[in-house]
């Protein structure tokens, strides 16, 4: 079946702008996790959502960074006045439920700030 | 709190050279472990895990085996290949835990 699935593959800004990066799971699955891979910084955990709740958003480097998911499908990270340091590869991960096992990754957006 | 240590790379062999990318954790309670692959330009894609303490996790040649006493879980290939090469990330998740823990991974090369 179909895996998860991220939009764009690759993002190019300038400095201040907004972005919206999106993931869509694989269908049925309850979590949805985001996680950014840079190369100071490896791969770090940013939030995870349990339906349409994000219980856990202590990831977050800073209050630029916010995330939503609707229907308990489609997730968003929204990044506002983007900034160097943003540069990452954002990988979006689904699990059936939250603490069994596996999760499932996407081939992640790799955003690139001016 | 939790983490993960592997051996910095990036580690070139030759083509049917005997693979050990060693991994160690420290963990609170009983952690799952987990090795995941990123090919060139690709996401990351689960190699093989383990949820308990003595199991073997295996798979397209590959074995790693949860090892409690010395927090290890190193990862092994007996005959690598050209089309192995890729960066290998070992993780672990606490048992009440939806984090993911990763090493910072290591780069493996194979030559023809």
């Known amino acids: 079946g179909a895996g998860v699935s991220q939009s764009p593959s690759n993002k190019v800004t300038e400095k201040g702008k907004d972005v919206e990066l999106r993931c869509d799971p694989i269908s049925g699955h309850t979590a949805l996790y985001w996680y950014r891979q840079s190369l100071g910084q490896g791969l770090e955990f940013l939030i995870y959502?349990?339906?349409?709740?994000?219980?856990?958003k202590s990831g977050l480097p800073s209050d630029r960074f916010s995330a939503e998911r609707t229907g308990g499908s489609v997730s968003t990270l929204t990044i506002q006045r983007t900034q160097q340091e943003d540069s990452a590869v954002y990988l979006c991960?689904?699990?059936?439920?939250?603490?069994?096992?596996?999760?499932?990754f996407g081939p992640g957006t790799r955003l690139t700030v001016l | 709190g939790d983490s993960v240590t592997q051996m910095e790379g990036p580690v070139t062999l030759s083509e049917e050279a005997f693979l050990t990318i060693n991994c160690t954790y420290t963990?609170?309670?009983?952690?799952?472990l987990f090795w995941y692959v990123q090919y060139p330009g690709e996401g990351l894609q689960l190699l093989l895990k383990a949820t308990k303490a003595d199991d073997k996790g295996s798979n397209k040649g590959f074995e790693a085996t949860y090892r409690k006493e010395t927090t290890s879980f190193h990862l092994e290939k007996g005959s690598v290949q050209v089309s192995d090469s890729a960066v290998y990330f070992c993780a672990l998740k606490g048992g009440s835990s939806y984090k993911l823990i990763f090493g910072s991974g290591t780069r493996l090369l194979v030559r023809p």
């Open positions: 963990a609170t309670g009983y952690p799952s």
């Open positions: 991960a689904s699990s059936l439920f939250t603490y069994t096992d596996t999760q499932y």
């Open positions: 959502f349990q339906g349409n709740s994000a219980p856990d």
